[in-house]
């Protein structure tokens, strides 16, 4: 191949090797068209010209020969019927005669053979036929045979000799035109053979072409990319044939090179992944022998810690209640700051104790009844609320997975921390409610205390975080924090609501149970709400239990609350209303 023919692309060389064969196969299909016309005109000639010509100029023969047959009869009989055929044959001879000159239109030397053939029987008829018809009328029979001659014999048998020149003339013609439907039949044959050989050629070398053009690259293209597949990611891959093949191993190798490219770095990225992931480990295992020392100071805390701390604490109470009044006023001080100091420190141990515990030391995970809990927790902190007259209520609570005692001692702080953290002269109202809010519930504390600042809304949670001195709030600080270890030991989240008006709402979420979000999804209507028309985000304990007025009013939010001890973070509600009087709640109220 030339070098410009190497250049051409295999579209160009296909569209050139398509415009060839397509010329060809054109102009064969036009020699094709024309000897089909010819030899459709040939045939016409054959079946509709020159056959029936040949036909009717036998009848014409026989027409003529039965007006000369009736002519001998009247002369022998004299009698009219038996020139009958006569008149008839004129007649037939007109119409032949007309039907003959239409077909003879194309073939003038015939037309005037035709001619020569009425001009002798007009002759004929003239000279004899008229005059034995008018000698018999007049003279009768024998008038009309004396005219009988064989000079009128001869006269009639120069039109049988004019009518076999027009028959051979006939014959031949049609000879001629078979001949002619035979060559183009022939040649008809013969182009279909070179349309076949055209399109077999065409095959052959298209075939050739996309063996030497496209198989042969591609199959070199493809070894080279399993090379590359097997690990050969340096192996450069080169295209081959026409230009787009060519461009397309450019591509290719485009595309190994950015691979190579990327595996290199995704080796390096496995190289610091394994030394961060043996990083990890080592922290991992520092973390363990963390966690063991740090459980072993939780035991120390709680056993070696507290012996001594008792007798301190105990003997400081005997040298307060021996002493007291017998010894200045700066010694009595000095002796209720000990006995306060080592109580506060048992406090702390006990609740760092239980902090620690959250999560390690594990009951196991059951079905827990949260208003049979509520119940539980209103025990625990009935000396509290009955020193500050505060009234608790909860509504319609859900059953949820968890640990009983953990979701207890949860409870048990919000309660508390909500009477704790209480307005001066308004007396503390605690109510705790649920929703179901897409697999889980979200439960409520609201109160009508002093509240939370939106900006110590994620300090309270923290442990040892307080927000008032110990003085005006006791604890020790870890309430919250205790309640955020077990919200999120029960795969939850724990959070302030700022948004209440008045007092705190501290919220959080546990999940429900499959057969409370299957049942809130059967009860919510196809355009998202519930199906009673209400707010499908209210779908939930308190609703199914049929509350219309439990939701919670907040306190004024004008003062942070302390974020520790059992008792350490404002939450109730002022005017909360009461879950009785048939909305399905409880109240445990102390004045």
């Known amino acids: 191949m030339t070098a410009m023919g190497a250049g051409w692309s295999l579209r160009g060389r296909l569209a050139v090797l398509v415009a060839v064969v397509g010329l060809l196969l054109l102009g064969v299909a036009v020699a094709e068209a024309v000897v089909a016309t010819r030899s459709r005109a040939h045939i016409d000639a054959v079946l509709n ?9 036998q009848e014409l023969l026989a027409v003529l020969v039965d007006q000369e047959t009736a002519i001998r009869g009247y002369a022998l009989t004299g009698e009219r019927e038996d020139l009958v055929p006569f008149d008839t044959g004129r007649q037939r001879e007109q119409e032949l005669a007309a039907s003959m000159d239409r077909l003879l239109a194309s073939y003038p030397e015939l037309r005037d053979e035709f001619g020569t053939v009425q001009q002798r029987a007009e002759q004929w008829r003239q000279a004899v036929a008229v005059p034995v018809i008018a000698a018999i009328e007049t003279g009768g029979a024998a008038a009309g045979q004396q005219l009988l001659t ?5 006269q009639f048998d120069q039109i049988r000799v004019a009518v076999d020149v027009l028959q051979n003339g006939i014959l031949e013609l049609r000879d001629e035109a078979a001949a002619n439907v035979r060559s183009t039949s022939n040649l008809l044959v013969l182009l279909l053979v070179i349309a076949a050989l055209v399109v077999l050629v065409t095959g052959v070398v298209l075939l050739t072409s996309l063996e030497r ?3 042969r690259p591609l199959t070199s293209l493809a070894g080279q990319v399993r090379e590359v597949a097997v690990g050969d990611y340096g192996h450069r891959i080169a295209g081959t044939g026409p230009p787009e093949f060519q461009r397309l191993g450019e591509d290719v190798d485009a595309m190994r090179q950015k691979i190579a490219a990327d595996l290199a770095e995704v080796r390096e990225a496995r190289e610091r992944i394994e030394w961060v992931n043996t990083q990890l480990q080592k922290q991992a295992e520092e973390l363990t022998r963390s966690n063991r020392d740090l459980e072993q100071f939780a035991y120390v805390a ?4 507290q012996e001594p701390l008792r007798k301190v604490a105990s003997f400081c109470q005997l040298l307060q209640r021996r002493y007291a009044g017998r010894l200045d006023e700066r010694a009595d001080q000095y002796i209720a700051f000990a006995v306060d100091g080592a109580q506060r420190m048992q406090r702390l141990i006990n609740d760092l104790l239980a902090f620690s515990r959250i999560g390690r030391l594990t009951t196991g995970f059951t079905d827990v009844d949260l208003n049979r809990l509520m119940a539980e927790v209103a025990a625990q902190t009935e000396p509290a609320r009955q020193y500050a007259d505060a009234e608790l209520t909860w509504g319609e609570l859900p059953v949820i997975r968890g640990e009983e005692p953990l979701l207890t001692n949860l409870l048990v702080n919000l309660v508390s921390n909500s009477v704790k953290f209480r307005r001066a002269d308004v007396p503390p109202k605690v109510h705790v409610s649920a929703r179901l809010i897409g ?5 409520t504390c609201q109160d009508n205390g002093i509240g939370i600042e939106p900006e110590f809304a994620d300090k309270i949670f923290v442990i040892f975080q307080r927000l008032h001195a110990k003085d005006a709030y006791p604890g020790t ?3 919250l924090a205790i309640v ?5 030991y029960h795969g939850g989240r724990v959070w302030v609501d700022t948004d209440v008006p008045e007092g705190t709402a501290i919220r959080f979420t546990l999940p429900a149970l499959p057969a409370d979000v299957a049942d809130a999804t059967s009860a919510t209507g196809a355009d998202g709400s519930a199906a009673d028309g209400s707010d499908p985000a209210e779908v939930g304990t308190d609703a199914a239990a049929g509350r219309a007025d439990d939701e919670v009013p907040a306190g004024d939010g004008t003062v942070g609350a302390e974020a520790g001890g059992d008792s350490e973070r404002p939450s109730a509600v002022a005017g909360l209303p009461q879950a009785g009087g048939g909305t399905g709640g409880m109240k445990e109220a102390v004045g």
């Open 49 to 57: 010209e020159t056959g029936p010509l040949r036909a009717q100029s």
């Open 150 to 154: 064989d000079q009128s014999r001869q």
């Open 213 to 215: 053009m496209v198989i």
């Open 302 to 305: 709680s056993h070696d810690l």
């Open 439 to 443: 697999e889980d519930w979200e439960i």
């Open 477 to 479: 600080g870890i309430g």
């Open 484 to 488: 955020k270890k077990i919200v999120e």
